[in-house]
């Protein structure tokens, strides 16, 4: 093999390396497919900021600063005062955001019991409701059935 045969090799390998680093991966690919489909259904998809993460005192593992939200505008006639957030810790399970439980803003928090929380798939690490919108941090790790029981959920508030 001469010099010439050995850099045709080199630059070839090295083109193809570099296409290939910019083809999304498998997952990527998956989660695109997830938001396009949540988009297609009305739900807005938006990353959290570490400020979100600190507001609500939640001290999320990997798994939760990954996720994203998955937001459904409610009705006008669905509105309510005031915004809590519920996260659910793998110790506690679900709670209020805050140390103790206390609310973000004042006022009564709109009654969701544990087993309508507990029925969210185990990928849910949070719920936001504020007074027009209701989300989860989804950490996106299940399939199209799974978001459709988000989507589904979301929407019965």
């Known amino acids: 093999m001469d010099a ?4 045709i090799i080199g630059v070839s390998l090295a083109l193809l390396g570099a296409f290939t680093w910019i083809l999304p991966s498998a997952g990527e ?5 997830l938001r396009m489909q949540a988009i297609t259904c009305g739900v807005k998809v938006r990353m959290p900021d570490k400020k979100w993460f600190e507001e609500h005192r939640y001290d999320a593992d ?10 459904w ?7 309510h005062a005031g915004s809590w957030v519920w996260v659910c810790d793998s110790k506690e ?14 006022g009564v928090p709109p009654i969701i019991s544990d087993t ?6 185990p990928g849910v690490c949070a719920f936001e409701r504020t ?6 941090l989804y950490d996106e790790s299940g399939g199209e059935d799974e978001l459709r029981s988000i989507i589904k959920w979301l929407k019965a508030l």
Do not use: M, N
């Open 29 to 33: 690919r998956a989660r695109s497919k």
């Open 62 to 71: 990997d798994r939760a600063r990954r996720a994203v939200f998955y937001e």
């Open 93 to 106: 399970g679900w709670r209020l955001s805050g140390s103790s439980g206390q609310l973000r803003q004042g």
């Open 73 to 79: 505008i409610l009705p006008p006639d669905h509105t």
């Open 4 to 7: 010439l045969s050995v850099v």
């Open 131 to 136: 007074p027009a919108t209701a989300a989860v």
């Open 116 to 121: 309508t929380l507990s029925a969210l798939p």
